[in-house]
């Protein structure tokens, strides 16, 4: 199965926080796992301000950074191009998502994902108008 997994979820992979346990039996049943174009970006911006906020040191900032970029040779990455700008565009306008929340949206519908995984409520409910699979953990 391919799953599209946003940011906010896949970051449980590598902190444990509420809500890591139900994401680790969700892997279990996915063979393929897509990503946003931005998930490196919004990666060190989670860490870095996880950091700041002393919920994690840079000892575990570090080892969370060289883990998701070991892993991300394995994600299915979906490119920025046109189709996805475009995508976005038309999620904002129709929900008024964030601008991240519209590209992790758009990517998930171009992926062609079985399901769609997220932490993030707002976007999980208009995930479930929008896919044909959300998942909120």
Same mark, same amino acid.
């Given at each position: 199965?391919?799953?599209?997994?946003?940011? *906010?979820?896949?970051? @449980?992979?590598?902190?444990?926080?509420?809500? *890591?346990?139900?994401?680790?039996?969700?892997?279990?049943?996915?063979?393929?796992?897509? #990503? $946003?174009?931005?998930?490196?970006?919004?990666?060190?911006? *989670? %860490?870095?301000?996880?950091?700041?906020?002393?919920?994690?040191?840079?000892?575990?900032?570090?080892?969370? @950074?060289?883990?998701? @970029?070991?892993?991300? %040779?394995?994600?299915?990455? #979906?490119?920025?191009?046109? $189709?996805?700008?475009?995508? =976005?565009?038309?999620?904002?306008?129709?929900?008024?998502?964030?601008?991240?929340? *519209?590209?992790?949206?758009?990517? =998930?519908?171009?992926?062609? =994902?079985?399901?769609? #995984?997220?932490?993030?409520?707002?976007?999980?409910? #208009? =995930?479930?108008?929008?896919?044909?699979? $959300?998942?909120?953990?």
């Amino acid at each position: 199965m391919r799953a599209f997994i946003d940011t *906010s979820a896949l970051l @449980k992979k590598y902190i444990h926080e509420q809500g *890591s346990d139900k994401f680790d039996q969700i892997l279990k049943n996915i063979s393929e796992i897509a #990503v $946003a174009p931005t998930l490196l970006l919004e990666v060190r911006c *989670s %860490v870095q301000r996880r950091v700041h906020d002393g919920i994690i040191d840079l000892e575990q900032a570090e080892f969370i @950074k060289q883990e998701i @970029k070991k892993d991300c %040779v394995y994600f299915i990455r #979906v490119s920025w191009d046109d $189709a996805l700008e475009q995508a =976005a565009l038309t999620i904002i306008e129709k929900y008024k998502l964030k601008t991240l929340d *519209s590209i992790q949206l758009a990517s =998930a519908h171009l992926s062609k =994902a079985d399901t769609f #995984v997220t932490s993030d409520q707002k976007l999980f409910h #208009v =995930a479930k108008k929008e896919l044909k699979n $959300a998942v909120l953990i």
